[in-house]
């Protein structure tokens, strides 16, 4: 890992050794600006930085860049996301020259969910570069200052990128092979799928650690608080890559339907606290789906507060 390359805050905050607390935010359905600053209030403070969603669940969203952007304004640090299902090679350049000039630090590169599982499953999907090409295209434009044609940039956009893993998808060895090719590709950072198997990330882990991509790329582990049985039902059988062992569901199912999501953010405590000793992980990504309300609360109990100034 080499010296600071952007003005990003969850960049500093992973340099000096702090353990990163990241949050995120989904964009509206709509151009409801409103809604969209009320959720982010939640996060402000509580976090290092929030991941502005694109198009999440291949549902038609106001865009990551435009909410990144309204982000900042609210004083909070964004970490916009892209997809590749949507854009070829020059969309994707445009974007990220765009989200620089605006402001934007951080960038987490993604394939994006498939169009059959949105509003529209017609769409085509585009992916014209794949995640990992998307990471060296950033890195490119940022560490040599050039486009994919060659041409010499202006002004290089001097992003924090990232990518995500996840941990539980088949065939599970070969996962952290692929992890290895997007540190490879360039990421700096990694947020991994919301982890629910406990044995299986702690298995994962120990891949990551004794092939020593740990000190090549700073990992943090995905958090989501349940809000009950129900919730965990659903994405059980309903949410591809997900991994919740059922002992998970009964024990939400132990407890009063009104009780359950103390019990689920508990859960979500118990995991914090093991991810903070865990070797090889440098961080928490929380993901409150529509809860971002409890962030601060989670955060609090979480023993994370207050996030470091650097």
Not at 132 to 157: H, S, Y
Not at 196 to 208: H, L
Request: glycine content about 8%; hydrophobic content about 40%; charged content about 25%.
């Amino acid at each position: 890992m080499s010296d600071l390359k952007s003005g990003s805050n969850l960049e500093k905050v992973l340099k000096a050794g702090h353990f990163a607390f990241t949050g995120e935010c989904g964009p509206p359905r709509g151009a409801n600006v409103e809604h969209f600053t009320k959720k982010l209030a939640h996060l402000k403070g509580n976090v290092d930085a929030v991941n502005i969603t694109d198009n999440q669940t291949a549902v038609a969203r106001m865009s990551s860049l435009a909410a990144s952007h309204i982000a900042i304004h609210e004083g909070i640090e964004p970490n916009f996301q892209m997809v590749c299902r949507d854009r070829n090679r020059l969309a994707m350049t445009s974007d990220i020259l765009g989200a620089y000039a605006l402001g934007i630090r951080n960038m987490l590169c993604l394939s994006g969910d498939h169009q059959t599982f949105g509003t529209c499953p017609q769409a085509k999907n585009v992916h014209d570069l794949d995640s990992m090409q998307l990471i060296r295209l950033a890195t490119r434009m940022r560490d040599e200052g050039t486009f994919l044609d060659g041409d010499d940039i202006d002004v290089p956009p001097r992003l924090f990128v990232g990518a995500a893993s996840n941990p539980f998808a088949d065939p599970f060895e070969f996962r952290v092979y692929r992890l290895k090719n997007k540190i490879a590709a360039g990421a700096d950072y990694i947020q991994t799928q919301c982890v629910f198997n406990m044995d299986k990330f702690r298995e994962f882990m120990k891949m990551v650690v004794d092939m020593g991509l740990h000190e090549k790329c700073y990992i943090l582990a995905g958090v989501t608080p349940m809000k009950g049985a129900p919730m965990a039902n659903y994405m059980k059988k309903f949410v591809p890559g997900m991994d919740i062992p059922d002992s998970l569901i009964k024990r939400l199912k132990g407890v009063e339907k009104a009780d359950q999501p103390e019990e689920g953010i508990k859960f979500a405590l118990e995991q914090i606290e093991e991810f903070k000793e865990m070797e090889g992980v440098a961080g928490v990504h929380l993901m409150a789906i529509e809860w971002e309300q409890k962030v601060p609360e989670i955060a609090e109990r979480a023993g994370v507060l207050p996030r470091p100034a650097v």
